[in-house]
DNA sequence: TCAGAGTGGTTGTATTATGCAATCACTACG
DNA sequence: CGTAGTGATTGCATAATACAACCACTCTGA
């Protein structure tokens, strides 16, 4: 594993080290969004949250998120379109994110299509979260196409959000 | 599962609803030492967490973490000790932690002892994550205790703790 | 009985982070 | 050549954080 990055830790402690990393709300919406809603722009970030993040607060994330090791940023050439991908420490942060909905989903109310999502992420388990996690592999860090039969994972969850929206 | 307090959350998606209710650097923490250290006591957390919190921050983390429903507060009797216990919903906070914790093993630094105990949880599995949380249902919501040969979670915890400490 | 330590905090002040709106320099496209 | 889109930055008001001092109360031991 790629450890590193001791930084200016707080203690020596798992939890707090990965807390200071990304331990703030917008640090984990944006994670959230690049993961399961496939957003690799500041563009599509900054209008595709649907808790409205601010721009500078969004620039200030993504900077913190490359720092941090979770996040790199395709070279900027002013004016065009810059890519942010996720690193293998960035992808490794989904079952953070998974864990973090599954309470959700038993603790706090929220909309039906969302909560179906999140069921149907529990209901197929931790296989869900590895094929994903595969899946991320090869749209962020090149990895070989990984074989398969049917829909993928991001697809998957996608038809479950629009079932859901449309019993409505 | 006992549902409630949509709140002001900032929207319905699950993940949202965790980071609005625990996420910030602090309330993770109190969690961590709560759970993970047996602290119950404002004191105990005071002094006892290895990050130094200070102690109006404190005072408005119990106090923020009550509200949202992850602990309950023993009637105070002003100058006497106040108990604080976990709810089932701050109980099951504890696979975030686990999460947490992995992930921050494998990518940032952190002190032997402390790694020892994340490495030990991690080789243990979930298997040990349901027994700590049967063992946190026993001492925080009155649980009758469960049968078992040989130490139980915290200690077994503790005793990876103290082995690697005396390598030192 | 009475000092000293311990209880869960509160208060004040300084520093830092956040949220919001407007703006900027640049490019791509028709 | 103009319009829309790119990734931000700036200024300002408000909120959160850190640090130290302090408070009213209780429990303990001599």
Not at 74 to 98: D, H, M, N
Not at 99 to 127: F, I, S
Request: glycine share 10%; hydrophobic share 40%.
């Amino acid at each position: 594993m790629g450890r590193g990055v001791i930084a200016e830790a707080r203690s020596g402690c798992a939890i707090n080290a990965a807390v200071e990393a990304l331990g703030d709300h917008w640090s984990f919406l944006v994670l959230r969004d690049m993961i399961f809603g496939d957003r690799r722009y500041f563009r599509e970030l900054l209008n595709g949250s649907i808790e409205g993040i601010a721009s500078n607060i969004l620039s200030d994330r993504l900077k913190k998120l490359v720092a941090a090791g979770l996040l790199t940023k395709e070279e900027a050439v002013r004016g065009r379109r810059v890519r942010y991908s996720l690193t293998e420490a960035g992808i490794q942060t989904l079952p953070i994110l998974f864990a973090l909905g599954n309470w959700g989903l038993d603790w706090r109310e929220g909309t039906p299509e969302l909560r179906t999502r999140q069921e149907l992420m529990r209901a197929e388990g931790p296989a869900f979260i590895e094929e994903l996690m595969d899946e991320l592999r090869v749209h962020h860090l090149g990895a070989p196409p990984v074989e398969r039969d049917g829909p993928g994972p991001l697809e998957r969850l996608e038809a479950a959000y629009q079932r859901a929206a449309a019993k409505t």
